[in-house]
């Protein structure tokens, strides 16, 4: 059993088109990271959250964090083929192991 | 700057031998991460050591698998015996201060025939 949920866990989807990733849990997480992980390379932060309610943006990429700290959310406007890759959610947890625990990962392929 | 280097990049072995794959973490990170990556399991931690002492060991599979940290710039993750299902992608990965971002390595493929 995933601490953490991801969904969808695959996604198709053309060049321009708008997604949204999601990562829940029934734990609360003191911080969340979200990383991207491209074929024969190991993953790559993107960004930390660690309030509730936050709101994060990177360029195309915007990030939330729940009001409760137990999910979390990728939004991306207007997908490029960069894009294309294993989006992974990470928590830190409020209590017990200090370590990251990792998402089941989202594989997000974007079609020019 | 190096990243995280990680030796072998592959590695096809047959079931029953030992593997030693090799980790050297970001100078001056103080936490060192093992994990393991598979289709069905995604990314599983395995074991992490702080200033080079091993806190969590608790996602290790098995006795057959072990991990060394004998200085801050060299860690081992052996597996004795090898079996196919111990086929994956190791990740050693490092961070400085707890919770932090994480630098990953670019993985070991270990294939058991």
């Known amino acids: 059993t995933q601490l953490l949920e991801q969904s969808p866990q695959f996604l198709s989807i053309q060049e321009g088109e708008n997604l949204t990733v999601y990562c829940n849990s029934s734990?609360?997480?003191?911080?969340l990271q979200w990383y991207r992980q491209e074929p024969g390379e190991g993953p790559v932060l993107l960004v930390t959250?660690?309030?509730?309610?936050e709101v994060k943006k990177l360029k195309r990429l915007t990030f939330q964090f729940g009001d409760a700290r137990k999910d979390s959310s990728l939004h991306i406007t207007a997908a490029q083929p960069g894009d294309t890759g294993l989006y992974l959610c990470?928590?830190?947890?409020?209590?017990?192991?200090?370590?990251?625990?990792f998402g089941s990962g989202t594989r997000l392929q974007v079609q020019p | 700057d190096a990243g995280v280097i990680q030796s072998p990049r592959h590695e096809v072995t047959e079931m029953g031998q030992e593997v030693t794959l090799r980790c050297k973490p970001i100078?001056?990170?103080?936490?060192l991460f093992w994990y393991r990556q598979t289709m069905m399991r995604g990314l599983e931690l395995l074991i992490y050591?702080?200033?080079?002492?091993?806190?969590?060991d608790s996602g290790m599979p098995e006795d057959r698998f072990s991990a060394k940290m004998p200085n801050a710039s060299f860690s081992t993750l052996k597996i004795q015996p090898s079996e196919p299902r111990d086929s994956a992608v190791y990740f050693c990965?490092?961070?400085f201060g707890q919770g932090n971002e994480q630098y990953f390595g670019p993985g070991t493929r270990l294939t058991v025939t």
């Open positions: 990470a928590g830190l947890m409020d209590t017990g192991r200090r370590a990251l625990t």
């Open positions: 734990s609360v997480f003191s911080s």
């Open positions: 959250v660690v309030t509730g309610g």
């Open positions: 100078s001056g990170h103080d936490y």
């Open positions: 990965a490092s961070s």
């Open positions: 050591f702080n200033n080079n002492v091993p806190i969590d």
